[in-house]
């Protein structure tokens, strides 16, 4: 079946640092990409919306110049998170869609787990 | 917009208890409805999902879940539940024709052996 990679799947950076999370679909094409953030005890909340070849879409109140989206290839999305603090120690997890599959063709990745010291 | 209410945070059982986890949504349209499982240190995993038909659908380890278009509802059941079946349970719905996933909360299942 279809399987996602995300890379790494945690991570420990100073505030201040920037840390890049990638997110590749190993056995599809995946024109969109969507990346979530999960806190403890809460749902995954979708932060942007990764369409390949164009800008990302980002979600109210989701600021695009700190979790910047780069969506190069049919295959690889990242997400950095640019100049990190300590209220952005997160879980951050990627889907990929293979719209192949149609309207249920979601997989997930594993999940980065950030912290920022 | 669209928002998915999970019921219960926690669920505790005994090994063969039946289990039903609640799931309603909110939105205006037509919905596709999933359910998801995360076992401990693993990724999201599709249980099973609705698009039209049987409002019944069946999924995989033996768990099913029942649309009922009437209460916004897709609750999620298994008869006898078993050990390995302790993981986090997310309900998902996204738009007809929409890209995006909407999660509920999520509920944490222990099953005590």
């Known amino acids: 079946g279809a399987v996602v990679s995300q890379h790494p799947s945690w991570v420990i950076c100073k505030s201040g640092t920037s840390v890049k999370i990638e997110c590749r679909s190993l056995d599809f094409q995946a024109t969109t990409m969507f990346w979530y953030r999960q806190f403890p005890k809460q749902s995954l909340m979708l932060m942007a919306t990764s369409n390949e070849g164009s800008k990302a879409t980002y979600e109210q109140g989701v600021e695009k110049d700190k979790f910047l989206i780069n969506h190069a290839s049919l295959t690889l999305s990242t997400l950095t998170v640019t100049s990190a603090h300590p209220e952005d120690s997160s879980f951050y997890i990627c889907?990929?869609?293979?719209?192949?599959?149609?309207?249920?063709?979601?997989?997930f990745g594993s999940g980065t787990r950030l912290t920022v010291v | 917009a669209q928002s998915v209410s999970q019921h219960n945070h926690h669920v505790i059982l005994s090994e063969a208890a039946s289990l039903e986890l609640g799931c309603n949504y909110s939105y205006g349209g037509t919905v596709n409805l999933f359910w998801y499982v995360q076992y401990p240190g693993q990724h999201l995993q599709l249980l099973l999902k609705y698009f039209s038909g049987d409002p019944l659908v069946k999924g995989i380890k033996g768990f099913e879940a029942e649309f009922i278009k009437s209460k916004f509802s897709f609750n999620l059941r298994k008869p006898s539940v078993q050990w390995s079946d302790t993981a986090e349970y997310f309900c998902?719905?996204?738009?007809?024709?929409?890209?995006?996933?909407?999660f509920g909360a999520g509920t944490i299942l222990r099953v005590k052996s």
């Open positions: 889907s990929a869609r293979d719209m192949v599959q149609g309207a249920g063709g979601y997989t």
């Open positions: 998902a719905v996204n738009g007809r024709g929409g890209n995006k996933l909407v």
